[in-house]
Nanobody, 120 residues
Framework: QVQLVESGGGLVQAGGSLRLSCAAS????????MGWYRQAPGKQRELVAR???????NYVDSVKGRFTISTDNAKNTVYLQMNSLKPEDKAVYYC??????????????WGQGTQVTVSS
């Protein structure tokens, strides 16, 4: 079993910053990809940013230049630094990880979600 625990959400004014963290735990041998998704009310969940074990990153166009994804591989932790936040960034942010467990099974796990609210 692999668990993801997120932290760092909250309320911030437009133009402010937040840093999300997500720690993966369990019988993990390797993590191939970690990412952040978000879901706003009435909208589909969308990929915000992802990072591979090799360090390659992808961002949705709306956050490029404002958000930065990074990892601490030793801690199986992924971060999302969010700067210049806009009201349209308001959503529940979910962490996702894909990898291999100690039983040589592939896993894909989600965190419980953390609310980000940006006031105008």
């Amino acid at each position: 079993q692999v668990q993801l625990v997120e932290s760092g959400g909250g309320l911030v004014q437009a133009g402010g910053s937040l840093r999300l963290s997500c720690a993966a735990s369990g019988s993990i041998i390797s993590i191939n990809v970690m990412g952040w998704y978000r879901q706003a009310p009435g909208k589909q969940r969308e990929l915000v940013a992802r990072i591979t074990s090799g360090g390659s990153t992808n961002y949705v166009d709306s956050v490029k230049g404002r958000f930065t994804i990074s990892t601490d591989n030793a801690k199986n932790t992924v971060y999302l630094q969010m700067n210049s936040l806009k009201p349209e960034d308001k959503a529940v942010y979910y962490c996702h990880a894909q990898g291999t467990t100690s039983r040589r099974n592939n896993f894909g796990s989600w965190g419980q979600g953390t609310q980000v609210t940006v006031s105008s």
